[in-house]
C-alpha cells in the first residue's frame, strides 16, 4: 500500500453538526483529493490539494472545506452535515512517478441523520 | 456535464465469458484512462490504464481498447472469474496543470456467475 489512512472508518453525525474526516499520508506526495462516492454517481471530486496550503474546489464543493497545514494531513470539513452528505468519502493521493497514478484510501462512511 | 459516460450500469457474464464495459469522453485534454476495480467496503484499485499514444495494452486477462478519434475505450475481461465481480469504473485525466484529478464515468456493477 502507498501509505494512505482515513480516519474515522464509520461515523454517524445529526444534522447540523460540523465533521472533520482526516486523510493521512506517509510518502510525503504533493496531491492530494478527497471524493466522494454515491450509488449512480460513481465518484464525484470535492476538493483536491496540490500543496501546503494549497487548495482548491472539485466538482461538488458546496458545504466542504479542507485544509492542509502540513503535507501528510489533508482535511475535510462539513461544516454543517446535511443528510444529502450521507455519503462514502475517499482520499485519494497521486502517486505515480509520472504524475498518473493515483491510491486511493479505504474510505470513510458518514452518515447524516 | 459528465465528462465520462461508462456503460453498462450493470453486467451479469457467465464464468469463463468475456466482460466487456464501454466507457466514452468529452475531453479531448485527457491524456491518461485508468480503469479502476473495487470490492465492497474497499477503496478503488488500479487495475490498468493506457494512454492515447497506443490503441490497446493488455495485462494478462485485461485489456483496453482505445479508439482515440471515437473518443472512447473499453475494458475487456477474458476467461471472466467470480473474484473478478466487482464494481468496474473508468476515468479519464490530463497532466498538464495536473492537479485537478481523475474525472470517473458512473461505474459498472459486474457479477460472474459460476
Known amino acids: 500500500d502507498a501509505g494512505i489512512t482515513q480516519s474515522p472508518r464509520h461515523k454517524v453525525t445529526e444534522t447540523g453538526t460540523p465533521v472533520t474526516l482526516r486523510c493521512h499520508q506517509t510518502e510525503n506526495h504533493r496531491y492530494m483529493y478527497w471524493y466522494r462516492q454515491d450509488p449512480g454517481h460513481g465518484l464525484r471530486l470535492i476538493h483536491y490539494s496540490y500543496g501546503v496550503k494549497d487548495t482548491d474546489k472539485g466538482e461538488v464543493s458546496d458545504g466542504y472545506s479542507v485544509s492542509r497545514s502540513k503535507t501528510e494531513d489533508f482535511l475535510l470539513t462539513l461544516e454543517s452535515a446535511t443528510s444529502s452528505q450521507t455519503s462514502v468519502y475517499f482520499c485519494?493521493?497521486?502517486?505515480?512517478?509520472?504524475?498518473?497514478?493515483?491510491?486511493f484510501g479505504s474510505g470513510t462512511r458518514l452518515t447524516v441523520v | 456535464q459528465q465528462q465520462v459516460k461508462q456503460s453498462p450500469q450493470s453486467l451479469i457474464v457467465q464464468k469463463g465469458g468475456i466482460s466487456i464495459i464501454n466507457c466514452a469522453y468529452e475531453n479531448t485534454a485527457f491524456d491518461y484512462f485508468p480503469w479502476y476495480q473495487q470490492f465492497p467496503g474497499k477503496g478503488p484499485a488500479l487495475l490498468i490504464a493506457i494512454r492515447p499514444d497506443v490503441s490497446e495494452k493488455k495485462e494478462g486477462r485485461f485489456t483496453i481498447s482505445f479508439n482515440k478519434s471515437a473518443k472512447q475505450f473499453s475494458l475487456h475481461i477474458m476467461d471472466s472469474q467470480p473474484g473478478d465481480s466487482a464494481t468496474y469504473f473508468c476515468?479519464?485525466?490530463?497532466?498538464?496543470?495536473?492537479?485537478?484529478?481523475?474525472?470517473f464515468g458512473k461505474g459498472t456493477h459486474l457479477i460472474i456467475q459460476p
Open positions: 485519494a493521493i497521486r502517486t505515480g512517478t509520472d504524475n498518473y497514478g493515483y491510491t
Open positions: 476515468a479519464g485525466s490530463y497532466s498538464g496543470g495536473g492537479a485537478d484529478g481523475l474525472t
